[in-house]
């Protein structure tokens, strides 16, 4: 082997000059000393072959972080999926009732106060009845839209089950949640929501409970549910407080 072909092939150089086995073997084939050695072509080879394991490798590398940073895209979607409601975007009752232990927590630990808004759509059976489940469907998407849009930003609503909505409201007493539920109802009554072309009207029935001191979850809830069936009963299209 000349000496000439041994200095192009101890010339080669790539990225991975600087890993310590490279940096080693390239002064080996540059050194004058083993110009002419039978052995240093297959040093070169051997070198060359490395060389090729590091892209390889690299190239594995590049593939499993674009796989794992896509594998945790998936996971986070995947989450934020089982804390969603699929047809109206709201929190579903799984991320409410998290938020809710939230607001136990605050409750417990700094005396805060914060009240509950069941809403429940009135004579929504008879939508799905008379218009089809898909006309419900749109209803449904209409007045999620209006109550989330008519309350603050930190004030939460949850599809909390078939046409019932939850709506927390942190640091709320009594008075400031009337108001709420009051301001709802308005936005709903007026809300006009079309399908193929014909308009139909939609109120809801709500009843307010406001968690007090050592009071648990469960009873809070259970207060607006309570006070959302008077509503019912008392007419529709009302408010039902039960202190």
């Known amino acids: 082997m000349s000496s ?3 200095g192009s092939r101890s010339k080669m ?3 991975f000059d600087d890993d310590p086995v490279v940096r080693w073997a390239n002064s080996i084939a540059a050194d004058p000393t083993y110009q002419g050695e039978a052995c240093l072509e297959h040093f070169v080879q051997l070198r060359d072959q490395y060389v090729a394991l590091l892209r390889r490798f690299a190239r594995v590398t590049r593939i499993s972080d674009s796989y794992q940073h896509s594998l945790k895209e998936l996971n986070e979607s995947l989450a934020e999926a089982a804390r969603q409601d699929h047809l109206t975007g709201l929190p579903n009752r799984r991320a409410m009732l998290d938020e809710l232990a939230d607001q136990i927590g605050r409750a417990e630990r700094y005396g805060e106060e914060f009240a509950l808004i069941l809403a429940d759509i009135d004579d929504f059976k ?3 009845d008379t218009r089809g489940h898909e006309a419900g469907d749109h209803v449904l ?3 999620a839209h209006t109550l989330e849009s008519s309350i603050r930003g930190e004030d939460i609503c949850a599809r909390w089950g078939g046409e019932e909505f939850l709506i927390c409201l942190p640091h709320t007493e009594l008075n400031g949640a009337q108001a709420v539920a009051d301001k709802l109802l308005e936005a709903v009554a007026k809300l006009k929501t079309f399908y193929e072309e014909r308009q139909i009207s939609t109120t809801i029935s709500a009843g307010i409970a406001v968690h007090h001191g050592s009071e648990s979850l469960d009873a ?3 207060k607006a549910d309570n ?3 008077e509503a019912k009963h008392q007419g529709k299209n009302r408010v039902y407080v039960l202190e």
């Open 141 to 143: 998407v209409s007045v």
């Open 227 to 229: 006070g959302m069936f």
């Open 126 to 128: 008879r939508v799905n």
């Open 220 to 222: 809070t809830i259970a």
């Open 13 to 15: 150089s790539s990225k």
């Open 4 to 6: 000439e072909k041994s």
